[in-house]
Structures are given as C-alpha cells and as structure tokens.
C-alpha cells in the first residue's frame, strides 16, 4: 500500500491544480477584478467622468427635447400649409371673380367717360364750325365791300372827267365852309 500511495502522490504532484493551470492562474483573474473597479473609481474621482457623462446625459436630453419642440413647430407649420392649400383655390375663384368685377366695372366707367368725352367733342366741334362760319361770313362780306368799293372806284375813275372833278371838289369845299 505504501507503494501505490506513493505513486498517487507523484502523479498528484504532476499534475497542476485547476486554478494553477498555465495560462488560466486564478490569481490574474483576481487580480483583474479588483483592478477594473478601482481603476473605474479611480478615473470617476479624478478626472470627473461622472460629471461629464451627467452633463452629456443632460446636453442629450435638451437636444431631444428642443428636437421634438422644433418637430411640433414644424408639423404645426405643416398643417398651417395644408390648410392654406386647401384653401388657395377657392381664394383663387375669389380673386378671379373680384377682378373679372373691377374690370367689368372698370369698361363701363371707361364707356361713360368715352361717351361724355364724345359728347363734349361733338359740342366743342360745333361750336368751332358756328364760329368759322360765322367768321367767313365776316371775311366774305369784308371782301364783298372792299370788291364793292374798287369797282365803284374804277366805275367812278373811268366815268369822271375832269369837268366832274371840278366841280365836286368845289361842292366839297363849299360844304367844308359851310360847316365851320
């Protein structure tokens, strides 16, 4: 017995212990759990990782909400174009009626003015030819009496004779004298 107790433990000296294996020694997994930790305080204490992810935590949380406030302005914006839309053709047959009024309104008070401007015209016209007829007549009688007057002179130059002249002249003077 002494033998094969001897031989147990050469062979249990062999072989290595499961947390002595190579490459797998238990003390390198404690060793890492306790380091991760502590490096992991270490680095929150001393250089305010923490705070920073707070802060980041914080600036995330603003940028969704003023996204979401931006988002419900723009889908309020949205529907204020849709509804516009929805209602831009008939504000279009609105305009359309509106100005096929105006103009319609507008021919007939340029009608109004064409016609009074007509009657003003045809008035003044009138009047003109009253006036250039009236001035002819002047002018035609004017030249009548002085055609009237040079045949009478000519009539009278060629009928007189120097006896006629004489006497007219001493007619003339006698009634001069006479006058005074």
Do not use: C, H
Request: no cysteine.
């Amino acid at each position: 017995m002494f033998a094969f107790a001897n031989v147990y433990f050469l062979f249990a000296e062999q072989t290595p212990k499961w947390w002595d294996y190579p490459g797998f020694e238990l003390w390198k997994f404690v060793n890492l759990v306790i380091f991760i930790p502590l490096a992991i305080w270490g680095i929150n204490k001393f250089l305010g990782f923490k705070g920073f992810l707070r802060a980041r935590k914080v600036q995330i949380k603003d940028e969704l909400e003023q996204a979401r406030t931006e988002r419900d302005a723009a889908v309020a914006k949205l529907k204020e174009v849709e509804e516009r839309l929805s209602r831009l053709n008939s504000e279009i047959e609105t305009i359309k009626a509106k100005s096929e009024g105006e103009a319609a309104a507008e021919r007939e008070r340029i009608a109004q003015s064409t016609e009074a401007e007509i009657s003003k015209l045809t008035v003044q016209a009138q009047r003109d030819i009253e006036n250039a007829g009236k001035a002819a007549k002047n002018e035609l009688r004017r030249f009548t009496a002085e055609q009237s007057v040079r045949m009478a002179e000519e009539l009278i130059k060629r009928d007189l004779r120097p006896e006629d002249d004489l006497r007219l002249i001493g007619r003339n003077i006698e009634e001069m004298g006479a006058a005074r």
